[in-house]
């Protein structure tokens, strides 16, 4: 037995199966194989940098979680999982990206040696890691059994985090201050963008005392100009320059766990349409916070928000916010709740989301955001410490 370095304790992870078990109880589903990266994480602690194999966790109603996957990633699974050794399978190299034969074959050889041939089981058909090769490939190998589509099952028992989680998350929140207060001093005219984001990944990866960094789900957003109209590019060779505003997106990340916020910058003078907009931004931020309460919905949220934004004469379609925590990357999304007036998600002491009203107009962006923290009672926490307004630098 290899020493680990497990981030939660023993009865974290039993309460988190608990919780698995009933949700898989209430489906009618025997077996539940999860191949979201975020899941496997939550379910057994597995870490690694393997997610594009075919992998993922067995959670049995009676026996402690599998971890299955490359043979070489069991080297691993073994080394990040809490579960003893015998609960890490791995399959042979002849499986990986071979035209004539699937990995599925070998997980399908296994369900039925353990009797699982005629079990309903519960998969992640919605999913960036579950494709339709493996679907098809797992039920023509096993055609007693039936494939329940089980999407988003695990990503629900995540959406209330436990105090050891909002930990985590504070000191994620400390790393992202480091990061949003270390950008708005480097950027200047001039200066091209990838030295910015060179100074945000030195940021993120140092850390801050008792929290290192590890890797966000999601790279560095920073368009300018007319460019943050468009939401998620990224960064190139560019310089900043006088007359645009830049948004941030970022996010520090301490094990898996991310605290996002956003902070808009303006190189020069904002127009009157810009500080119209960060007003009613503002304004909605702190509507949406004052309204993000224990038995609330998640409606609430957007439309104390929208009360704002639509005062000033912005209307905008999008959703505000969604729930974060424990990611991998394409997304840092947990995929469940939407912070947006059709849904009626009643609001719960313990989840954790990234409100973040973005405005993405023809000629310019604006994004100021914060994650949130539903405490016991009262208006909702943020968890980064960052003023709310647009930055100016003249």
Request: proline share 7%; hydrophobic share 40%.
């Amino acid at each position: 037995m290899i020493a680990k370095d497990i981030p939660f304790t023993h009865a974290e992870y039993q309460r988190r199966l608990v919780k698995t078990r009933h949700a898989m109880d209430g489906a009618n589903i025997d077996l539940m194989f999860c191949t979201d990266p975020s899941n496997q994480n939550w379910l057994t602690a597995y870490d690694g940098w393997s997610f594009y194999v075919h992998q993922g966790v067995l959670v049995f109603p009676d026996a402690d979680p599998a971890w299955w996957g490359r043979a070489m990633d069991a080297n691993g699974g073994v080394r990040t999982v809490w579960m003893e050794d015998d609960r890490v399978w791995g399959y042979d190299d002849i499986y990986v990206q071979s035209t004539e034969r699937h990995p599925m074959e070998d997980l399908a050889a296994r369900l039925k040696d353990l009797g699982l041939g005629f079990a309903r089981i519960g998969v992640e058909m919605d999913n960036y890691y579950f494709s339709a090769k493996a679907y098809e490939v797992l039920k023509a190998n096993l055609p007693d059994a039936t494939l329940v589509d089980a999407t988003a099952l695990v990503n629900w028992q995540r959406a209330v985090k436990s105090p050891e989680e909002i930990g985590f998350m504070r000191k994620a929140a400390s790393i992202t201050d480091k990061i949003v207060n270390g950008l708005l001093e480097r950027v200047e005219p001039g200066v091209p963008k990838n030295e910015i984001v060179a100074e945000i990944f030195r940021d993120a990866v140092r850390g801050v005392p008792g929290a290192w960094g590890d890797y966000p789900a999601i790279l560095p957003l920073l368009p300018s100009g007319s460019d943050a109209g468009a939401p998620h590019l990224t960064w190139n060779g560019r310089p900043f320059t006088k007359g645009e505003a830049t948004f941030f997106e970022v996010s520090g990340v301490y094990r898996r766990y991310h605290a996002p916020c956003c902070r808009t910058l303006m190189l020069g003078q904002p127009t009157e349409e810009m500080k119209l907009a960060e007003g009613a931004i503002v304004e909605g931020l702190n509507a949406g916070i004052e309204a993000a309460r224990p038995g609330a919905r998640a409606a609430d949220i957007a439309n104390a928000l929208n009360g704002s934004l639509e005062k000033a004469g912005i209307k905008r379609g999008a959703r505000c916010g969604y729930p974060v925590g424990l990611s991998y990357p394409p997304d840092w999304g947990e995929r469940t709740i939407s912070l947006r007036p059709s849904d009626d998600t009643v609001l719960e002491p313990g989840m954790t989301f990234h409100f973040m009203p973005g405005l993405w107009m023809d000629s310019w962006g604006m994004e100021i955001t914060e994650t949130i923290l539903i405490r016991d009672e009262g208006a909702a926490e943020p968890l980064c410490n960052q003023p709310r307004k647009l930055f100016i630098k003249d």
